[in-house]
């Protein structure tokens, strides 16, 4: 007998059910069961769908939760602001790097898996994240005096460096968040 799950609350079992369904779609696309995702999370089948009324909102919740900003923005938040400017945005591009390549792994399985969730529930786009955005900004802090260019602006540099550092789309060899930063930080320095 498989051993019965622990009561959580709703939120957290949707949440748990999330977890365990994420890599499974990487692996078999919007064609996973609800069987094998109530096999992988130790629920009975009629959990999940007391949990997510249908298969195709638990993988828009899921695609949701890949859009979601709020592990990214508190890793951020987290770098040593005592650090050096280049060691500061090393490690956010870093950051950006991951959150983007899950974000662009999923769409890609989704899309050829043939999922298109409804209309009404798309992710809005957005060129920026405007919370993710002013992270950065709060990164490059008071080094911005340093800089020819506005910190804004730097970030938009950043962002589209990393965006095709990882995008599938760029046939070039991936550039590592030292490269990007050192790109950078070289093309917009003031002189010394």
Not at 46 to 72: I, M, P, Q
Request: net charge negative; proline share 7%; glycine share 4%.
């Amino acid at each position: 007998m498989t051993p019965r799950a622990p009561a959580l609350s709703p939120e957290e079992r949707r949440a748990s059910l999330i977890e365990v369904t994420l890599p499974l779609l990487r692996e078999h696309g919007a064609t996973v069961t609800t069987r094998q995702v109530a096999e992988a999370a130790g629920v009975a089948e009629g959990t999940v769908f007391r949990a997510f009324g249908s298969k195709d909102e638990l993988v828009h919740a899921c695609a949701a939760a890949v859009f979601d900003t709020t592990r990214a923005l508190e890793e951020l938040r987290a770098v040593d602001r005592s650090r050096p400017l280049e060691e500061r945005l090393v490690a956010a591009v870093t950051v950006m790097q991951q959150h983007v390549e899950r974000l662009i792994g999923m769409m890609a399985v989704l899309h050829s898996s043939g999922f298109t969730p409804p209309a009404h529930s798309r992710p809005v786009r957005r060129t920026s994240d405007p919370e993710i955005d002013a992270a950065l900004v709060d990164l490059i802090g008071d080094d911005a005096a340093s800089l020819r260019l506005p910190a804004e602006d730097v970030v938009n540099l950043l962002a589209h460096l990393t965006l095709s550092s990882v995008h599938p789309m760029f046939p070039t060899r991936p550039l590592t968040p030292g490269d990007i930063v050192s790109v950078v930080l070289d093309g917009t320095r003031r002189s010394r």
